[in-house]
């Protein structure tokens, strides 16, 4: 007797042919998940870094209006360099800030730059954030 034509199915060649192409890009979604992990700790550590220099940059808004005396800087001036601040730490990487207020003459303003530095990898990193102070 013959094959029976009417009934249908998958071949058992074309079953594991399909699992192939299946296991292939389940390995090539899976092989993407590391990387993604990876520029997420690099995304937090900005976002970090972003979040303490506006803390620092408010705090030093904060002191500007309780007395700003220390903030006394005119046309000419050098600028008032604001170090030794103690270094945070988030997350296991200690991030430390620093800064400096100059004056602005065009606009007539105190302006507060904050740099928060870090370590990544052996590789310096940095941002800065940027405000008026009183």
């Known amino acids: ?30 092989s993407v998940f590391p990387r993604i992990t990876a520029h997420q700790k690099v995304i937090r550590e900005v976002e970090d870094g972003y979040m303490i220099a506006a803390h620092v940059l408010d705090s030093l808004y904060q002191e500007s209006l309780a007395d700003p005396s220390p903030f006394s800087i005119e046309a000419g001036d050098p600028p008032i360099v604001i170090s030794g601040l103690d270094p945070i730490s988030r997350n296991n990487t200690s991030f430390l800030p620093e800064g400096e207020i100059v004056f602005d003459g065009a606009n007539n303003l105190k302006v507060a730059t904050v740099t928060v530095v870090w370590q990544k990898l052996g590789n310096s990193q940095q941002v800065s954030v940027s405000g008026v102070v009183r």
Not at 5 to 20: A, C, K, Q
Request: cysteine-free; hydrophobic content about 65%.
């Open 1 to 30: 007797m013959g094959r029976d034509v009417t009934r249908g199915g998958f071949s058992i060649v074309e079953i594991m042919v399909s699992l192939l192409l299946v296991a292939v890009a389940l390995m090539a979604i899976a």
